[in-house]
C-alpha cells in the first residue's frame, strides 16, 4: 500500500523568502505523486503532479516539485513566498495500477510572514 | 458553474439523527469519491464509486451509507450520529486515464452536538 509523509506540520516563512515542503512517499510499485493546496473553508485544488515523465514538475502559482527516487522525496518548493500562498499543503499518492485510491499525508500549514 | 458541488454546506444536528449530504459533478467523471477531514486537517478515503459502483469501502462504521444513483451523483446517509462524527466531508471525483487527480467540491461541515 501507498503512504506519504509530510515533514513539519506547520512551516512558516517570511514574504519573499524560500519555502519548501516536505514529503517522503513509500510505495511498493512506482507512484503516483500529488501536491493540493487548501484554502481556508474551501476543497482541495491541485498544485501539480507527478506520473513518471519529468522528475522536475512545475505547477500553478510558481511551485515546483523534484520527484528522487533515491531519497523517496517529492517535495514542494517555491522561490519566494508570497502572502497569499498561506494555506494548507497537502502531498498525496496514489498507484498507476489502481488510481482511484488517493493516499494524503497529513497536512502542512503554511504561514507567510509579513 | 461549479464542477463539484457538495450540500448543504454547513449541518449541526444532535446525537443520534440521521443526515444525508448531497454530491453532484457536472465534469463528466466516471469516479466520485467521499473523504472525511477531521479537525487536525487530516484526510481520509471513506468510499469511492466507478460507474455506480463501489470499488473502495474503507473501515467505516456501517452507519455510514453511499448512494450513487447515477455517475454524476454520490450522496452519503449517516445514521444514529455520534459526536465523533463531527468533521469536514469532502466530495470528489476523478476521469479514468487521469492519473487519479482528483476534484474536490467545497466540503459539507458537519457538527453533532
Known amino acids: 500500500a501507498q503512504s506519504v509523509t509530510q515533514l513539519g506540520s506547520h512551516v512558516s516563512v517570511s514574504e519573499g523568502a524560500l519555502v519548501l515542503l516536505r514529503c517522503n512517499y513509500s510505495?511498493?510499485?512506482?507512484?503516483?505523486l500529488f501536491w493540493y493546496v487548501q484554502y481556508p473553508n474551501q476543497g482541495l485544488q491541485l498544485l501539480l503532479k507527478?506520473?513518471?515523465?519529468?522528475?522536475l514538475v512545475k505547477g500553478i502559482n510558481g511551485f515546483e516539485a523534484e520527484f528522487k527516487k533515491s531519497e523517496t522525496s517529492f517535495h514542494l518548493t517555491k522561490p519566494s513566498a508570497h502572502m497569499s500562498d498561506a494555506a494548507e499543503y497537502f502531498c498525496?499518492?496514489?498507484?498507476?495500477?489502481?488510481?482511484?485510491?488517493?493516499?494524503f499525508g497529513a497536512g502542512t500549514r503554511l504561514t507567510v510572514k509579513p | 458553474d461549479t464542477a463539484v458541488s457538495q450540500t448543504p454546506k454547513y449541518l449541526v444536528t444532535q446525537m443520534g439523527n440521521d443526515k444525508s449530504i448531497k454530491c453532484e459533478q457536472n465534469?463528466?467523471?466516471?469516479?466520485m469519491y467521499w473523504y472525511k477531514q477531521d479537525s487536525k486537517k487530516f484526510l481520509k478515503i471513506m468510499f469511492s464509486?466507478?460507474?455506480?459502483?463501489?470499488?473502495i469501502n474503507e473501515t467505516v462504521p456501517n452507519r455510514f451509507s453511499p448512494k450513487s444513483p447515477d455517475k454524476a451523483h454520490l450522496n452519503l446517509h449517516i445514521n444514529s450520529l455520534e459526536l465523533g462524527d463531527s468533521a469536514v466531508y469532502f466530495c470528489?471525483?476523478?476521469?479514468?486515464?487521469?492519473?487519479?487527480?482528483?476534484?474536490f467540491g467545497e466540503g459539507s461541515r458537519l457538527t453533532v452536538l
Open positions: 470528489a471525483s476523478s476521469r479514468r486515464g487521469s492519473a487519479g487527480e482528483l476534484f
Open positions: 465534469l463528466g467523471h466516471d469516479t
Open positions: 498525496a499518492v496514489s498507484d498507476p495500477n489502481n488510481n482511484n485510491d488517493m493516499r
Open positions: 464509486y466507478n460507474n455506480k459502483e463501489l470499488i
Open positions: 510505495s511498493s510499485v512506482p507512484p503516483y
Open positions: 507527478y506520473t513518471s515523465a519529468a522528475t
